[in-house]
């Protein structure tokens, strides 16, 4: 089973920038897809950014050449780089990963949530 403890969320002015970090551990064989959802005040989770292991990246389309997602496959880490935020932005990032536990098992996991705030 794998657990995720993410960071890097707070309050931040517009125009202005954070990095997420998303670190999972347990008894992980692999992982595949690593993503970033995000929900908004009074909207559903939406994917914001995911990322295979091979590095194909996909971005929602309001966050394209805004956002950066990578990944440190060693560490079993993920990052999520924002800039030029704005207050559409607002909200809850999960992180999530789907890959294999070291039993053979196929694992989804989410995080507990990061809390992003972009003033205006």
């Keep these: 089973q794998a657990v995720l403890e993410e ?64 990944r440190d496959n060693a560490k079993n880490t993920m990052y999520l780089q924002m800039n030029s935020l704005n207050h559409e932005d607002t909200g809850v990032y999960y992180c999530n990963t789907r890959g294999t536990t070291s039993w053979d098992l196929a694992f989804d996991a989410w995080g507990p949530g990061t809390l992003v705030i972009v003033s205006s």
């Design 7 to 70: 960071s890097g969320g707070g309050l931040v002015q517009t125009g202005g920038s954070l990095r997420l970090s998303c670190a999972a551990s347990g008894s992980i064989s692999s992982i595949d897809v690593m993503g970033w959802y995000r929900r908004a005040p009074g909207k559903q989770r939406e994917l914001v950014a995911d990322i295979t292991s091979g590095g194909t990246t996909n971005y929602l389309d309001s966050v394209k050449g805004r956002f950066t997602i990578s």
